[in-house]
């Protein structure tokens, strides 16, 4: 549902911002990159090269291992939240809030339960997302974990990056991005100079705008069955029965006639898949 993205010439960066980003965005890359790839692409029964961290609190002889420390510690707060990261990186939001709207929208309050539909999405998460992060692994993670003749960790950042904006940037609306763009003062030549510390906040705005429209869609047959069973039972004469009792099991016996579950997830999977 994203439009075709227009980008002006010229580029403006605010200097005294950008030295805070280009510490920062390395390590929000590194999360994405370790911790999605692996997750999604590490073949069954291969070992794979884990990094190892050692903390040594004392006292420091010189400013590098002040730096250093300081770094350890970004790294470390940083992967505390991965798992926020992650998911407002991929397709669960969207998958999520479709699934709780049409849970809402046929009047179940807690089924399918909580749990069930947390897994579900993220299922659906890693399914959708596993192309991308397969190219994440083998355009990235290989060449820098690999013995002999490893890319640098600046090559390995690039890399990576490019599958992660190429999906966030056919599922965002150039609006959005705009507007973030449009406070940081940037106007990136091509695709690839965009920063992702602008796209991620547009990103998530337009999976939440896409979710809502999708739910909307949703809502609207089941509240034609809720009109024609309270008008129904109005001219019965049946006013203190609520239309609960007789619009919950018209709607279940409507979405399971209709194969409900599989048309859904197949419209999911066909807003990123195609």
Avoid: C, H
């Avoid at 029964?45 to 884990?50: K, M």
């Avoid at 999520?96 to 929208?105: E, F, G, K, N, V």
């Avoid at 083998?138 to 890319?151: D, F, H, K, N």
């Avoid at 705005?205 to 739910?215: D, P, W």
């Amino acid at each position: 549902m994203a439009r075709p993205l227009s980008l002006a010439p010229g580029i403006s960066t605010d200097r005294n911002f950008d030295q805070i980003v280009k510490f920062l965005k390395p390590i929000l890359i590194l999360v994405l990159l370790f911790v999605g790839a692996f997750a999604l692409a590490q073949p069954a029964g291969q070992a794979a090269p884990v990094p190892s961290i050692n903390v040594d609190f004392g006292q420091g002889s010189d400013r590098d291992q002040l730096t250093t420390s300081l770094r350890i510690l970004a790294i470390l707060t940083v992967l505390s939240i991965a798992p926020a990261i992650l998911i407002l990186t991929t397709a669960f939001t969207r998958i999520i809030i479709i699934l709780s709207l049409t849970r809402t929208a046929i009047g179940a309050q807690n089924i399918p339960p909580n749990q069930v539909l947390i897994g579900l999405s993220l299922f659906l998460t890693f399914y959708v997302m596993a192309p991308t992060y397969n190219r994440v692994y083998t355009e990235a993670v290989v060449p820098y974990s690999r013995a002999e003749s490893p890319i640098s960790f600046d090559e390995a950042v690039k890399r990576a990056e490019m599958p992660l904006k190429e999906f966030m940037l056919r599922n965002t609306y150039e609006s959005d991005l705009k507007m973030f763009q449009e406070f940081r003062k940037q106007s990136p030549k091509t695709r690839a100079d965009i920063d992702i510390l602008s796209l991620v906040p547009a990103f998530v705005i337009s999976e939440l705008k896409t979710a809502f429209i999708i739910g909307f869609y949703i809502f609207v047959p089941f509240i034609i069955i809720d009109l024609i069973v309270a008008s129904v039972l109005m001219g019965m004469g049946m006013m203190m029965m609520p239309p609960i009792v007789v619009s919950l099991p018209a709607k279940i016996l409507v979405f399971v006639l209709a194969d409900g579950w599989a048309v859904l997830v197949r419209a999911i999977l066909s807003g990123y898949l195609t």
